[in-house]
């Protein structure tokens, strides 16, 4: 490896990462996860009703919100209101996405969980971030469920987590900050199960190809850095 990462950090290491269970009291599940510089609040809220495309179709429903505060990143962000960016829109999706693939939505009961993600601090890997931190929040509200009495049966069948990596002057390397990121020759997110089974796997040429036989290397790399988010995860919901 010829890139030299900041504070040492080997090519395969993930930033250090903190989260911090029940973070916003009113919320029926939150968290605040840290990852390096990297700072989101992630809260889970229940509503005992689903969307009207789902009334008679005996599942339940999961969706997810994501902005950035606007002193998140080195210039302010602007506020959004009411229409969120492209970007917003996209990141939102891939949360929903990812962790919906977490439940049984048979299971879940007739009732909408939504997973907001507010970035309070950014320095790349915001969405994987949200999306591992969404997991535990996810965890929490299902255990007040269950712990009610609401549920009879964990609809949870999937731990879910996520993770930054790329192609950086040659050198592949895992868990990407922002600098890193911007300067990526390839960009990719990894989103999968504990098991390792693939939700997202999305992969960019920003400044050049990869070749198709360093894919299986980039799955490596990204579920290496994914387990050590998932034992993370188990010690915030012990």
Known sequence: MTYERLFGRRWNEIRGVNIIPGFISTADGSCLIECGRTRVICTASI???????LENAGLGWLTAEYSMLPA?????????????????????????RS?????????LGLRTITIDCDVIEA?????????????????????????????????????????????VHGDMLLDLNFVEDSSADVDCN??????????????????ALLPS??????????????????????????
């Open 47 to 53: 509503e005992e009703k689903v969307p009207a495309f």
């Open 72 to 96: 998140s990143a080195s210039s302010r962000m602007t506020r959004e209101k009411v229409s969120g960016s492209g970007r917003t829109y996209e990141i939102q999706r891939l949360i929903g």
């Open 99 to 107: 962790l919906r693939a977490a439940l049984d939505r048979k299971k």
């Open 123 to 167: 320095d790349g890997g915001t969405r994987t971030a949200s999306i591992t931190g969404g997991y535990v929040a996810l965890s929490l509200a299902i255990r007040k469920l269950m712990q009610s009495g609401a549920l009879d049966e964990n609809p949870i069948v999937h731990q879910i987590a996520a993770i930054s990596l790329g192609v």
């Open 190 to 207: 990894l989103v999968t199960t504990s098991e390792g089974d693939v939700i997202e796997f999305q992969t960019t040429a920003e400044r």
């Open 213 to 238: 036989d360093q894919l299986k290397a980039m799955y490596d790399l990204g579920f290496e850095g994914i387990r050590a988010l998932n034992d993370i995860q188990n010690k915030a919901l012990s």
